[in-house]
């Protein structure tokens, strides 16, 4: 009888707001432990209430409510809106380990993108490292990836976890590339080669590193080429052991590899980025003089200026446009009574988020690395360090913080963008985007970011997921560190504390359009993967130096391209920002039969595109794509 009383009452409690004659009642959705006779339970009441009340209970899951529901979508409301703000604080809490979450990520991606290109044997590397990633999805639950568990549960399971499930993906992207670069033809004279991947909808020009090993048949001085054409390559420090860390300038077109054979004798020349260190006349300086740093290549130039306070960045122009209004990259600290999961000014009254006197900001300079390929310097304050580097070909600028915060404090960091008075600002959301106000609901508001934020043509890409906000048009204030251990005027959320300083990285970009941003961010979250190997070859040598799997022209963005979990064949996922968009199959995946999957990689009736150019609309697939081929 209590069972079926409660029951009736989410069938009263939920009648009046539903349009259907189906209710979804969450049983087991969070912190509940599996209930062992829950089909007892609900048989018994359909044989008890269902001739009086004609409701019959069943469990399932919300997928099979909401197929249902979908027949009846003529009387379902439009509703629109935006859950944010609303948990501001784990927005920036532990970005060490929102970092580390997507580090142990990306190995994965590269690794199933390019083992479609084995066939049998990649579907085996792939399904090989499943169960590593299979624990690593447990990382979107709301007490991992937000930061908000114990501090005893993240050093004791979350990080182990997480560096465990890194080291698989890695492995696997390995004896991918061992598949693959045996099946190149290798460059006459060749001592070893190295692999490129690009797993990215982004053509990328970029630096990279890979660590080769040296022996008797492996020495430096080495040269490197790609297709017979010489690759800008130097050396990173010196001999380690057995290994030598070589750096390379590479352009790779999106979800492409590229192979480059290593060679005896020198390096040709490199293309040149520069670095400056300036007095205040503007003259060469050096130590305590340098009042000015500039670091330029053919499409960027940085410059950064001491000021009453320290170290700002003042000007960044790419390709001939300005993107800056006023210094950026300056620290800004609040005293926070708020805990893990939220700010102080979301508590009521009693808590606040206040503003406190700014931290002191950089005044030493130190030259991290000035080559040909990469130029890293330092700005150095007593509880913050600036750094900037810029690669040859690059067409973005790299910043990033070391920092931490002093406990129940949270630490911003703020980039003053050029943008025009009416300028609104967008922020990457999963799956899609979201413009956001200046102010809502809290004073200040900090909205979520998970891969990038826009305002005005630009936009900060981001290493790990932040809140950020817009005070004015233009200036945008990103959460870089918090150490909040404990809610001061209730308790919603779990205790912990975050003492140690982070590296937060971020580069700052062109992006004209949200589908820019999301492109942009996707290639600076994957980053050139670099593999060494040997020279040795296959019994047949079928794939070019160079290939591409994909493209895609529109408003829209390759999410993943990997061997099908459900079925035969290979998955192609599209994110379209808002579309339409045309994907463009290359040789390895092109011809083959093309149809519509859904999210669960199940067959659907929809009509697709024939040939190896498939047009995708939202209007018809809705905001993410799935393709299977066979």
């Given at each position: 009888s209590f069972t079926d009383a409660r029951i009736d009452g989410y069938v009263t409690e939920n009648t009046p707001y539903s349009r259907t004659p189906y209710l979804f009642v969450p049983v087991g959705c969070d912190f509940q432990s599996p209930k062992q006779q829950l089909i007892d339970y609900l048989d018994g009441y359909d044989q008890r209430r269902y001739p009086d009340t004609g409701?019959?209970?069943?469990?399932?899951?919300?997928?099979?409510?909401?197929?249902?529901?979908?027949?009846?979508?003529?009387?379902?409301?439009?509703v629109s809106?935006?859950?944010?703000?609303?948990?501001?604080?784990?927005?920036?809490?532990?970005?060490?380990?929102?970092?580390?979450?997507?580090?142990?990520?990306?190995?994965?991606?590269?690794?199933?993108?390019?083992?479609?290109?084995?066939?049998?044997?990649?579907?085996?590397?792939?399904?090989?490292?499943?169960?590593?990633l299979e624990l690593l999805t447990r990382t979107d639950h709301h007490d991992f990836v937000t930061g908000t568990?114990?501090?005893?549960?993240?050093?004791?399971?979350?990080?182990?976890?997480?560096?465990?499930?890194?080291?698989?993906?890695?492995?696997?992207?390995?004896?991918?590339?061992?598949?693959?670069?045996?099946?190149?033809?290798?460059?006459?004279?060749?001592?070893?080669?190295?692999?490129?991947?690009?797993?990215?909808?982004?053509?990328?020009?970029?630096?990279?590193?890979?660590?080769?090993?040296?022996?008797?048949?492996?020495?430096?001085?080495?040269?490197?080429?790609?297709?017979?054409?010489?690759?800008?390559?130097?050396?990173v420090g010196s001999v380690t052991g057995s290994v030598v860390t070589l750096r390379l300038a590479l352009s790779v077109p999106p979800w492409s590899w590229t192979a480059v054979d290593l060679l005896p004798g020198?390096?040709?020349?490199?293309?040149?980025?520069?670095?400056?260190?300036?007095?205040?006349?503007?003259?060469?300086?050096?130590?305590?003089?340098?009042?000015?740093?500039?670091?330029?290549?053919?499409?960027?130039?940085?410059?950064?200026?001491?000021?009453?306070?320290?170290?700002?960045?003042?000007?960044?122009?790419?390709?001939?446009?300005?993107?800056?209004?006023?210094?950026?990259?300056?620290?800004?600290?609040?005293?926070?009574?708020?805990?893990?999961?939220?700010?102080?000014?979301?508590?009521?009254?009693?808590?606040?988020?206040?503003?406190?006197?700014?931290?002191?900001?950089?005044?030493?300079?130190?030259?991290l690395e000035s080559t040909a390929l990469e130029v890293r310097v330092a700005f150095v304050a007593s509880t913050y360090t600036l750094e900037a580097s810029l690669a040859a070909g690059a067409s973005a600028l790299d910043v990033a913080v070391t920092t931490g915060a002093a406990q129940a404090t949270t630490r911003t960091v703020s980039v003053a963008f050029a943008a025009s008075p009416r300028a609104t600002m967008t922020t990457s959301s999963p799956a899609g985007c979201q413009s956001r106000p200046e102010q809502h609901v809290f004073d200040p508001t900090f909205f979520p970011a998970v891969a990038w934020a826009q305002t005005g043509?630009?936009?900060?890409?981001?290493?790990?997921?932040?809140?950020?906000?817009?005070?004015?048009?233009?200036?945008?204030?990103?959460?870089?560190?918090?150490?909040?251990?404990?809610?001061?005027?209730?308790?919603m959320g779990g205790t912990g504390s975050d003492p140690d300083p982070h590296r937060i990285e971020w580069r700052i970009a062109r992006a004209a359009s949200v589908a820019d941003a999301e492109r942009a961010a996707q290639a600076y979250d994957r980053p050139l993967d670099l593999e060494p190997g040997s020279t040795q070859q296959a019994s047949t040598t079928d794939l070019p130096t160079q290939a591409s799997l994909a493209s895609i022209d529109g408003e829209a963005v390759i999410?993943?391209?990997?061997?099908?979990?459900?079925?035969?064949?290979?998955?192609?996922?599209?994110?379209?920002?808002?579309?339409?968009?045309?994907?463009?199959?290359?040789?390895?995946?092109?011809?083959?039969?093309?149809?519509?999957?859904d999210l669960a990689e199940r067959d659907l009736p929809t009509p697709v595109g024939t040939g190896n150019t498939i047009p995708l609309d939202s209007a018809v697939y809705g905001a993410i794509a799935s393709i299977r081929l066979r």
């Open positions: 409701v019959w209970a069943v469990a399932a899951s919300f997928e099979d409510y909401a197929q249902l529901i979908s027949y009846w979508s003529d009387v379902l409301p439009d809106g935006d859950l944010a703000p609303a948990y501001m604080g784990f927005f920036g809490t532990r970005p060490g380990l929102k970092r580390a979450i997507r580090d142990a990520a990306r190995p994965f991606f590269v690794a199933e993108t390019f083992a479609t290109v084995l066939g049998d044997t990649g579907t085996g590397i792939v399904s090989g490292a499943a169960p590593e568990s114990s501090d005893d549960v993240v050093t004791s399971e979350q990080m182990p976890l997480l560096t465990a499930a890194e080291q698989t993906g890695v492995s696997a992207v390995g004896l991918v590339a061992q598949g693959i670069l045996p099946r190149i033809p290798v460059a006459p004279g060749a001592v070893a080669r190295v692999l490129a991947f690009n797993a990215s909808s982004a053509a990328v020009n970029d630096v990279a590193e890979v660590g080769v090993p040296v022996d008797s048949a492996v020495s430096l001085p080495l040269h490197a080429v790609q297709g017979g054409q010489p690759v800008p390559l130097e050396v020198a390096a040709p020349p490199a293309p040149a980025v520069t670095l400056a260190m300036l007095d205040a006349s503007g003259a060469p300086a050096t130590g305590n003089d340098v009042a000015r740093v500039v670091l330029s290549n053919a499409h960027v130039r940085a410059q950064l200026d001491t000021g009453a306070a320290g170290f700002a960045l003042t000007s960044l122009i790419i390709d001939g446009v300005e993107g800056l209004a006023g210094p950026s990259m300056t620290a800004s600290d609040y005293q926070d009574d708020g805990g893990l999961w939220r700010l102080g000014n979301e508590m009521g009254t009693g808590c606040t988020l206040t503003p406190l006197p700014t931290p002191s900001q950089p005044t030493t300079v130190q030259v043509g630009w936009a900060v890409l981001l290493r790990q997921s932040t809140g950020v906000r817009m005070s004015t048009p233009g200036q945008m204030e990103l959460m870089a560190a918090r150490d909040a251990r404990s809610e001061q005027c209730d308790v999410s993943a391209i990997k061997p099908a979990d459900r079925g035969v064949g290979v998955i192609l996922r599209v994110l379209l920002m808002p579309g339409p968009a045309q994907v463009h199959l290359a040789s390895s995946l092109a011809g083959r039969q093309v149809s519509v999957v």
